[in-house]
């Protein structure tokens, strides 16, 4: 507590005190369910006295802080109030501005029926590589009682009770605090950490629940192995996914507008944002690929499923010789401004070595059984998008341009092409980029240079080279190669991207408009 950490505070009801009085008797912290179903009706008001330096919510006057403890705060509902003022509001709690989100105790009791069996199974399912031990202990963690007694969860008809996974290691160790901050914000038990077991314990916990959501707080590798935990333990409806960027690209968060990177603001504000979003659909690619060679071997492929996009060549160089550092010096990349610094250290080398040049002489594309003709141009690099963004915010395709080869007075716009696959350059001007319309998009970069050029907004995009449903790359020379950001060094092979299925995402309320942007509007309409 403060800057000399006086001081020692309770993550779960923020009860402050100094070192020195840990030992004498202080008062026991919230219980996070009831002991029985005869408590589950209503919920009451549980107040903590003290560090409570705000307004009152009732008489909107400031808490003053004398000698002693003044003001009463609910670790639920977050209201503050005066001493006083406690006995003119009603003692029950219904969880206040987060009631939409937060499992009140009250709703979470003992139950005699053991899951455990259901557990296990699930875990021989999941593709995480932690212990099972791990698995357990996570699980009994949330999901019993001290005694190890099972929990029966109950939400409220209406409401959408948040599961919130968070990844510690994320955005230069950002994750832990974040952890502590939902742990407050939120019961406890909703909240799951990631270097615990993974994400199975916590869908097992809340998969009898009914209209659920999940908050990822990590980076796009993070969402990824969450979707891909849902995947495999089969739930019968799934859940929509927010997003709460911490890593360093963050592309997928900048698509669904959650922003590409958490800078520490208020997480009420967070949670009011996925309140009021909505459900959008989003692709998912099978990846395989298939070595010319099988006896010779390359770097492990980090994923069998695209989310946001796989590349070849000069992008994945960089990324590679970032991966590369950072494995053997972590201690220099725990920000997020650290690690950009090191992604423009790494893009200016190649620029000056160029280790893919003439990449179309190695490479061929084949799209929905059309192949490319990538004699005429000098690229280094081949990207497949999913989503419109890139290397932190990067938009390859670009912009595209409206159709004008209409009659004006007739304002009959010409229908969208039947075919699913588009390869000519003037028909591509017009294809426009969605991450639900089951399609991919191809594009050429032409170097490191370009791609500065791009990240920095000097040149619009890459050379769009096709739009299709369906990927056949083949290789002819080790190349390095990357998905979603993780990338490997692969010998010649033969690489299958076909599509896997969609998956809802939460898409955050658009961005306010700026007071000054709004003056100007009205300028230019008067």
């Not at 002693?68 to 509001?89: E, R, Y």
């Not at 990822?216 to 333990?233: F, P, R, S």
């Not at 070595?291 to 071997?297: C, G, I, L, V, Y």
Request: with cysteine; hydrophobic share 30%.
């Amino acid at each position: 507590l403060g800057v000399r950490k006086q001081g020692l505070c309770c993550s779960f009801c923020k009860y402050t005190v100094h070192e020195r009085c840990v030992s004498k008797e202080i008062a026991s912290c919230i219980s996070t369910y009831v002991k029985s179903k005869r408590n589950t009706n209503i919920m009451q008001h549980v107040w903590v006295e003290g560090n409570s330096p705000a307004k009152c919510d009732r008489c909107h006057k400031s808490i003053k802080c004398y000698q002693g403890l003044t003001g009463l705060h609910c670790v639920w509902c977050q209201i503050t109030l005066h001493n006083k003022c406690v006995s003119h509001i009603k003692p029950e709690c219904d969880g206040g501005q987060l009631k939409d989100h937060i499992l009140l105790p009250a709703y979470i009791c003992p139950v005699v029926l053991d899951r455990q069996p259901n557990q296990k199974k699930a875990e021989n399912d999941s593709p995480t590589t932690t212990s099972s031990d791990d698995n357990n202990q996570a699980f009994k963690c949330n999901s019993t009682t001290v005694d190890g007694q099972g929990l029966q969860i109950t939400s409220v008809p209406g409401t959408h009770p948040l599961l919130v996974f968070v990844n510690p290691k994320s955005g230069g160790r950002q994750g832990e605090r974040v952890l502590r901050k939902f742990q407050y914000l939120l019961n406890p038990r909703q909240i799951y950490n990631l270097d615990r077991g993974g994400p199975v314990p916590g869908l097992n916990t809340f998969r009898d629940i009914p209209d659920f959501r999940i908050l990822a707080c990590g980076g796009d590798g993070t969402v990824g192995w969450i979707l891909d935990c849902i995947d495999k333990i089969n739930l019968t409806k799934h859940p929509p996914v927010a997003v709460l960027p911490l890593g360093t690209g963050n592309d997928l968060a900048r698509c669904l507008r959650w922003g590409g990177g958490y800078e520490g603001g208020n997480l009420l504000k967070v949670l009011k944002d996925i309140e009021n979003s909505i459900e959008v659909m989003l692709d998912r690619w099978s990846i395989e690929v298939i070595p010319n060679n099988k006896d010779e071997k390359g770097d492990p492929v980090p994923y069998s499923i695209v989310n946001n996009y796989f590349s070849i060549g000069v992008d994945a160089s960089i990324a590679h010789r970032f991966h590369v550092m950072r494995e053997k010096r972590p201690e220099k990349f725990n920000s997020r401004m650290k690690n950009k610094l090191w992604y423009f250290e790494f893009g200016t080398t190649e620029t000056f070595s160029a280790t893919c040049k003439k990449l179309n002489e190695f490479v061929e594309v084949e799209c929905d059984g059309i192949v490319l003709d990538l004699s005429n141009t000098s690229l280094e690099g081949i990207a497949i998008l999913n989503i419109p963004s890139m290397h932190g915010g990067s938009n390859l395709w670009g912009e595209t341009k409206k159709r004008r080869n209409y009659n004006r007075m007739s304002k009959k716009v010409p229908e969208k092409l039947s075919s699913t696959t588009v390869t000519d350059v003037k028909e591509l001007k017009f294809c426009v980029q969605d991450f639900s319309d089951l399609l991919l998009e191809v594009v050429g970069l032409e170097g490191a240079m370009e791609m500065g050029q791009i990240y920095t907004g000097l040149k619009s995009a890459g050379k769009r080279l096709a739009q299709c449903s369906c990927v056949t790359i083949r290789t002819t020379k080790l190349l390095p190669m990357q998905i979603d950001g993780e990338p490997w060094m692969q010998p010649p092979c033969t690489i299958k991207i076909t599509h896997r299925n969609q998956v809802p995402m939460l898409l955050g309320p658009p961005a306010k408009a700026s007071l000054l942007f709004w003056k100007r509007r009205n300028c230019s309409r008067d």
